[in-house]
């Protein structure tokens, strides 16, 4: 048989080509995506918006600040919580009334600290502690009152701390008293200025038991344990007077340490009649 000549038998159909424009389609959404995923990457994913700024669900963003605290702010701009590098919390800062205080005119007595007396303007006096110790550790905002202070249950508080120095207003925002402190090293920041504040007769935290003793020696020492403080000295000006000062104590010995040195307690003192004993 004869060879068939070469090209003389029937051709495969031609292959088809795949449309360009599909192609082009194709690989513009590739790149694409690529470039979505690049992009998530190098902004760290999970909805950060900006280094240290984390944009919740709803809204408010939680933001770090140069000196290690965070701000929590809603979505209309407001800050609702500062939260500050040693964990302690603050409704917002405060602005700054007057000139500072110097340490030596701030003397705890039973009805003042110097010269911001019980019943002043609470924003006044917060003001005026902010103009001499900068921004309080901790800041309560308006609460409703538990006792634990020393103030009565369900009054409107609010509860500003510098360090180990707790200063208690009552009433409402724009509208409001200085009512008690209480100086207390347990509350922390035992190294802050607050901590050499001093009363009338020069008595300090972390003064020995014997010192209190002697500071007072005209005065009425006793001892006495409260539920929420435990075991406490009380002065008094006699035995049977109301007290004057009183706080924290290690135990009743000598060597033992005065932790805490707190005014009379605000809710004792709406009933307590005008005295004219001196203010330790």
């Given at each position: 048989m004869a060879a068939r000549p070469r090209g003389s038998g029937p051709r495969r159909p031609p292959k088809p080509q795949p449309n360009p424009w599909l192609v082009g389609l194709a690989l513009a959404l590739v790149l694409a995506t690529i470039g979505v995923v690049a992009f998530g990457l190098m902004h760290g994913g999970g909805g950060t918006t900006a280094a240290g700024t984390t944009t919740l669900a709803d809204g408010p963003t939680t933001s770090s600040l140069p000196d290690g605290a965070t701000t929590t702010t809603l979505g209309d701009g407001a800050v609702s919580t500062i939260t500050l590098p040693d964990g302690g919390t603050a409704t917002g800062t405060i602005a700054p009334i007057g000139d500072?205080?110097?340490?030596?005119?701030?003397?705890?007595?039973?009805?003042?600290?110097?010269?911001?007396?019980?019943?002043?303007?609470?924003?006044?006096?917060?003001?005026?502690?902010?103009?001499?110790?900068?921004?309080?550790?901790?800041?309560?905002?308006?609460?409703?009152?538990?006792?634990?202070?020393g103030e009565c249950p369900g009054w409107s508080i609010r509860?500003?701390?510098?360090?180990?120095?707790?200063?208690?207003?009552?009433?409402?925002?724009?509208?409001?008293?200085?009512?008690?402190?209480?100086?207390?090293?347990?509350?922390?920041?035992?190294?802050?200025?607050?901590?050499?504040?001093?009363?009338?007769?020069?008595?300090?935290?972390?003064?020995?038991?014997?010192?209190?003793?002697a500071t007072y020696s005209n005065y009425s020492v006793e001892f006495a344990v409260d539920q929420n403080v435990g075991l406490t000295f009380q002065l008094k000006l006699?035995?049977?007077?109301?007290?004057?000062?009183?706080?924290?104590?290690?135990?009743?010995?000598?060597?033992?340490?005065?932790?805490?040195?707190?005014?009379?307690?605000?809710?004792?003192?709406?009933?307590?009649?005008?005295t004219t004993a001196p203010g330790a």
């Open positions: 500072p205080i110097p340490l030596s005119d701030l003397k705890l007595s039973s009805d003042d600290i110097g010269p911001l007396d019980f019943g002043a303007d609470g924003d006044e006096v917060l003001g005026r502690l902010v103009a001499t110790f900068g921004q309080p550790t901790d800041d309560t905002g308006f609460i409703v009152g538990s006792g634990a202070f509860v500003v701390n510098w360090g180990p120095l707790v200063i208690v207003v009552r009433g409402e925002p724009g509208d409001n008293a200085f009512v008690s402190y209480r100086l207390d090293v347990r509350y922390g920041g035992v190294s802050s200025d607050t901590t050499d504040i001093a009363t009338l007769s020069g008595l300090r935290v972390l003064d020995t038991v014997a010192e209190l003793r006699t035995q049977n007077d109301s007290v004057l000062l009183w706080g924290p104590v290690d135990s009743q010995a000598d060597d033992a340490l005065v932790t805490g040195i707190y005014s009379p307690d605000a809710c004792d003192q709406t009933a307590a009649t005008t």
